[in-house]
């Protein structure tokens, strides 16, 4: 006589994952419900989080009709939905998965992402980046100075305490550079030549003859604007540097427009 072989799983859930948070599947298994088999019933995080979603990109989680916290407990035969942030439902009364709205937007940013760092900072971003960071730093200082942890490292976003966090999915800078100005809107908060590229302090109009000493006979003789580093005392003026900010910042102005006509065809 054969013996009946039973399952180490006890429950089965439906869910369904929204808009943007379908980047973290493969194309074959986007769009689509996903059967998550469990034991006992563990908080929602948990599961969302095993499917592949980090917890700070979600921003409302429907079970069986009606909005819940990340600490509501899973059932068997439960039908989940799960968005992200900026997509309109008729779902009522919703349950908020953050205590507090952000009141800035600062950032902490992952060891792989230098050169987004310089770009944010370029336009006026408070941006703290450091290449030898190890998670525990970014979560501390995240935390502690109410940052916004922008990584390529998902798992990183897994950790419980951690509230406002984005994954970059783009390998490219400029790219990378719109998703972070897309997801917060930021836009309309850009201020150029306000921060230093190198160390994130604030940049202040100096008078020339203040630091003349410090320039080079040619940059002496051509330019007479200048700006100095109140963090780490770099001079910056009106050269190379300028033009290809500039420049940068036509694109940006691009990707706003395209971003502006995205978000009208949405709505």
Known sequence: MKKKIWSSYENVAQFHFYEKLNDF??????????????????????????????????????VNGHSVSFEYRLQHGDQVAVYPEKVSTDIFPRVKLRDEPLK?????????????????????????????????????RSLEE??????????????????????????????QLQEVLDRYDLYSQIRPFYRCMICNGKIRKIDKSLIIHRLEPKT???????????????IYWKGSHHDR???????????????KERVTRFM
């Open 245 to 259: 900010i500039q420049i940068r910042l036509e694109k940006v102005r691009r990707f706003h427009r395209d971003y």
């Open 104 to 140: 800035k937007h600062a950032f902490i940013l992952d060891v792989h992402l230098g050169k987004l760092a310089k770009m944010l900072r370029m336009l006026g971003f408070d941006v703290v980046y450091e290449n030898d960071y190890d998670d525990p730093e970014i979560i501390r």
């Open 220 to 234: 002496k003789a051509y330019f007479n604007e200048f700006f100095l580093c109140e963090g780490c005392n770099r």
């Open 146 to 175: 109410k940052r916004i942890i922008v990584t390529r490292d998902r798992r990183l976003l897994y950790v419980k305490v951690i509230v406002h966090g984005y994954c970059i999915r783009s390998m490219n800078s400029e790219e």
């Open 25 to 62: 599947f493969p194309s074959e298994k986007r769009e689509k419900n996903y059967s998550y088999q469990f034991r006992g019933n563990p908080s929602i995080k948990d599961p969302i989080e095993a499917i592949g979603v980090p917890h700070t990109e979600v921003d409302l989680i429907v």
